[in-house]
């Protein structure tokens, strides 16, 4: 996919805050001192009297998040994931999903990807924090086309909505002009009954690269783009499971508490049982290192991928 062309999904969001921005009015916007990396700062520049930067005080951000949406307003609320989900999670849960009001929170820089800030930086675990808060939509869009759509539906959604967005460009890999997006239905990229890849976020396109892999060696996967963590798409994990016979879930989130964890959950509570296993950060924190060298140190890859689904089909 070297050809293809590469925009980060924080840079998606900039830009469509300022499209939901002049279709609504109702439509705010708070960061954390980050305006310039999470791109709200492109929104800032069109609305400066709807854009507020809380400065280094995400708590503070979400408390007053939550009481412009129980004034009415819709804000979206940013900062990276690390201290977006980790440091300000108490104020989400109780600020926010508690009194299931009407915030957007969008989370940009997470996983290893984030590259060079390190282990502090990159969070591996907002998936599975948002998860836990009841009532929590939790996106997490896989390229530029999908993060615009996504972003409607979260505006046009009213609750609480958490949306994992990502420092690293990557491929766009969905058609504008076709492309629906549904809040909780998985989206076929490719049939195939062989296997099943799962995959949810930035490895999405690498999950598409491991089919084709496959494809020259008579392999044919299904592959699934989760874009929604919760509301889970039980249905589509239950007939891939059924299907197919192995899953392959792939993210860039730790494996505990994401999809993972997710479609485990999902098969068992419904007796669908097949082999499922996991590429995802194995339990362990990030380090220091150009992105893409961190995503295979990590094993985050199309190679990976294709390594797993033979695994799990037992070739």
């Known amino acids: 996919?070297?050809?293809?062309?590469?925009?980060?999904?924080?840079?998606?969001?900039?830009?469509?805050?300022?499209?939901?921005?002049?279709?609504?009015?109702?439509?705010?916007?708070?960061?954390?001192?980050?305006?310039?990396?999470?791109?709200?700062?492109?929104?800032?520049k069109a609305f400066p009297e709807r854009h507020f930067d809380c400065g280094i005080a995400e708590a503070d951000m979400i408390g007053i998040a939550a009481g412009l949406a129980a004034a009415g307003m819709v804000p979206f609320a940013s900062s990276f994931a690390m201290f977006a989900a980790g440091r300000a999670f108490e104020q989400i849960r109780n600020s926010v999903g508690y009194?299931?009001?009407?915030?957007?929170?969008?989370?940009?820089?997470?996983?290893?990807?984030?590259?060079?800030?390190?282990?502090?930086?990159?969070?591996?675990?907002?998936?599975a924090l948002m998860?836990?808060?009841?009532?929590?939509?939790?996106?997490?869009?896989?390229?530029?086309?999908?993060?615009?759509?996504?972003?409607?539906?979260?505006?046009?959604?009213?609750?609480?909505?958490?949306?994992?967005?990502?420092?690293?460009?990557?491929?766009?890999?969905?058609?504008?002009?076709?492309?629906?997006?549904?809040?909780?239905?998985?989206?076929?990229?490719?049939?195939g009954t062989d296997a099943t890849i799962a995959a949810t976020g930035l490895m999405v396109a690498r999950a598409l690269e491991a089919a084709d892999m496959l494809a020259a060696e008579g392999i044919h996967v299904r592959v699934l783009n989760f874009h929604t963590l919760k509301p889970m798409d039980v249905e589509a994990a239950c007939k891939a499971a059924n299907e197919t016979g192995a899953i392959v879930t792939a993210e860039e989130h730790s494996v505990i508490g994401g999809l993972y964890s997710a479609v485990c959950e999902s098969l068992l509570a419904n007796g669908a049982g097949c082999r499922v296993l996991p590429v995802a950060v194995m339990d362990e924190f990030g380090q220091s290192g150009p992105a893409e060298e961190l995503l295979k140190v990590y094993g985050l890859t199309a190679e990976h991928i294709a390594q797993r689904v033979h695994e799990a089909i037992g070739r």
Not at 25 to 35: C, P, Q, S, T
Not at 150 to 155: F, H
Not at 180 to 191: D, H, N
Request: net charge negative; aromatic share 4%; glycine share 8%.
């Open 99 to 127: 009194p299931h009001l009407n915030v957007k929170i969008c989370a940009t820089h997470a996983g290893v990807s984030v590259g060079e800030d390190g282990a502090t930086h990159q969070c591996n675990e907002d998936l």
């Open 131 to 191: 998860r836990t808060i009841p009532g929590m939509v939790v996106l997490n869009p896989a390229d530029d086309t999908e993060t615009a759509l996504a972003l409607r539906a979260a505006a046009e959604y009213v609750g609480p909505v958490y949306m994992r967005l990502g420092r690293l460009a990557v491929p766009v890999i969905n058609d504008p002009a076709t492309y629906k997006f549904e809040i909780g239905k998985a989206v076929t990229l490719r049939e």
């Open 1 to 44: 996919m070297s050809d293809v062309k590469k925009i980060a999904t924080r840079e998606s969001y900039g830009r469509t805050l300022v499209e939901l921005g002049k279709e609504n009015d109702k439509i705010v916007v708070l960061d954390a001192d980050l305006a310039e990396s999470t791109k709200t700062g492109v929104f800032k």
